[in-house]
């Protein structure tokens, strides 16, 4: 609930100020950064001995030489003071579901056992197609998955790996055998 008022207010922030996609790639940038980095989220989480200023720098440092937009730096601030830090993460998760939803942006993660491009291509093709927005593709080489691909957008997950027939198969053997026995 506080997570998605906050996601909601930046939100509408910077569809005011324009910095809407800036906002949204920092913002992702950094979750990303505090998911993977221990000490970054330490800084942020610690509730009394580091400074909100101090706070606002480390995440600015994982953006590398591109400056904090004003909006996000303003925000960070504004989350930090109200002693909302702890809920950051949901923050920008909600942030980074709303504006894609916002902008009828749909993210396509697919995984193949193989680099394949042109199944990249058609899935996003097909996608544009059905939602008649636009499309992020994400893809994942999984070698275990032996073969075909797995696909997954917002709700639908769609598993037409190698491995998950053979698992399906394997587990009917099992079945089967129980009813012998």
Do not use: W
Not at 26 to 49: G, H, N
Not at 81 to 90: A, D, F, I, N, P
Not at 158 to 180: G, T
């Amino acid at each position: 609930m506080i997570a998605a008022k906050y996601a909601s207010a930046l939100l509408k922030y910077v569809d005011e100020t324009g910095g809407g996609e800036k906002v949204y790639r920092q913002v992702e940038a950094i979750d990303t950064a505090l998911s993977q980095i221990m000490q970054l989220r330490q800084i942020v989480d610690d509730p009394v001995s580091i400074s909100a200023e101090d706070k606002i720098r480390a995440c600015a440092a994982v953006l590398g030489e591109e400056p904090m937009a004003e909006e996000l730096s303003r925000f960070l601030k504004l989350v930090i003071e109200k002693g909302r830090v702890q809920y950051l993460r949901l923050i920008f998760k909600s942030f980074i579901e709303r504006y894609l939803k916002s902008r009828n942006i749909h993210v396509v993660y697919l995984t193949t056992a193989i680099e394949s491009e042109e199944l990249g291509q058609k899935i996003t093709e097909i996608v544009k197609k059905r939602t008649g927005g636009s499309v992020v593709l994400r893809t994942n080489v999984d070698p275990d998955i032996i073969g075909g691909f797995v696909f997954r957008c917002e709700d639908l997950m769609l598993d037409a790996s190698v491995k998950s027939q053979l698992d399906k198969i394997r587990q009917q053997f099992i079945e089967k055998n129980r009813r012998i026995v």
